[in-house]
């Protein structure tokens, strides 16, 4: 079984969201059989590539947001991540930055089967340690920590050769019916939106595994599931024959 996370590295429910995963296929009665894989679905194109700013300086600039308000829409997300065991967890005394080169770094330890460990040490430098991870000297310390090689880690990144896959990733998801992130799909049958609490991607696990079609060629093909107005709960990927008929009618 396959679960893949479209996910954006400075979006604390993505964070939380990608722990939620991991509890929930630990309670799984067949989790050894489970594949996790995180995908890019980048938000953070808007920042300058050049600096980061602060937290509470984005929010102001950005939603309007300060003062105490700010302290309570963050720190809701803050004591949610501690109750789960994500502590520390910073999300308002934390950096943001353009997100372009960290989702590059992160397909090219992909490709290097490091998927899983890179998205963690990622996850967990950011929020956990409140460090950045946006200049290319900060990812190169990273694959340091990842067992890379430093030097091709750095000619990938400065010759942006994930680029184009970076932008087919997200782009494969707003086929799937992503309208941000996190955003799940179990075994190319079940999508969620948004990071769902470990009952509800324990459930959907179960289900999966009790469904008796077959895996939707969905997930590596051009069409896109049927997607609710409310993107608050799974939806069937309907298989290629029934998207055939919706689209005849």
């Known amino acids: 079984m396959k679960v893949e996370i479209w996910a954006e590295v400075t979006r604390p ?18 989790g050894d059989e489970v594949e996790v894989i995180h995908h890019s679905f980048p938000l953070g194109n808007g920042f300058p590539a050049d600096r980061t700013v602060s937290v ?9 947001i300060s003062g105490a308000q700010a302290e309570a829409a963050t720190g809701q997300t803050e004591s949610l991540a501690a109750a789960e065991g994500l502590s520390p ?3 308002l005394d934390n950096v943001v930055g353009n997100t372009e080169l960290v989702h590059e770094f992160l ?3 992909s490709a290097q089967g490091k998927n899983r460990e ?12 409140a460090e950045s991870v946006f200049a290319l000297d900060d990812l190169l310390r990273l694959a340091d920590e990842l067992g890379l090689d430093r030097d091709e880690a750095r000619q990938v990144l400065t010759e942006r050769r994930h680029r184009i896959q970076v932008q087919d990733d997200a782009r494969r998801a707003q086929r799937l ?28 696990l179960r289900r999966s595994s009790r469904d008796p079609r077959p895996v939707s060629p969905t997930m590596t093909e051009s069409t896109r599931p049927s997607v609710p107005p409310a993107p608050t709960g799974p939806w069937p990927v309907p298989s290629p024959s029934a998207t055939n008929r919706q689209a005849a009618r």
Do not use: M, N
């Open 13 to 30: 429910w993505c964070g939380l969201g990608s722990h939620r995963v991991d509890r929930a296929v630990e309670r799984f009665e067949h």
């Open 56 to 64: 509470r300086d984005a929010l102001l600039s950005k939603h309007g």
């Open 89 to 91: 967890y910073r999300v």
């Open 107 to 109: 397909a090219h330890a």
């Open 118 to 129: 890179a998205w963690y040490t990622i996850f967990r430098t950011y929020f956990g340690k």
């Open 177 to 204: 019916g992503a309208t941000g992130a996190p955003f799940t799909v179990v075994d190319g049958r079940y999508g969620v939106h948004g990071a769902q609490d470990s009952d509800t991607l324990l459930g959907l």
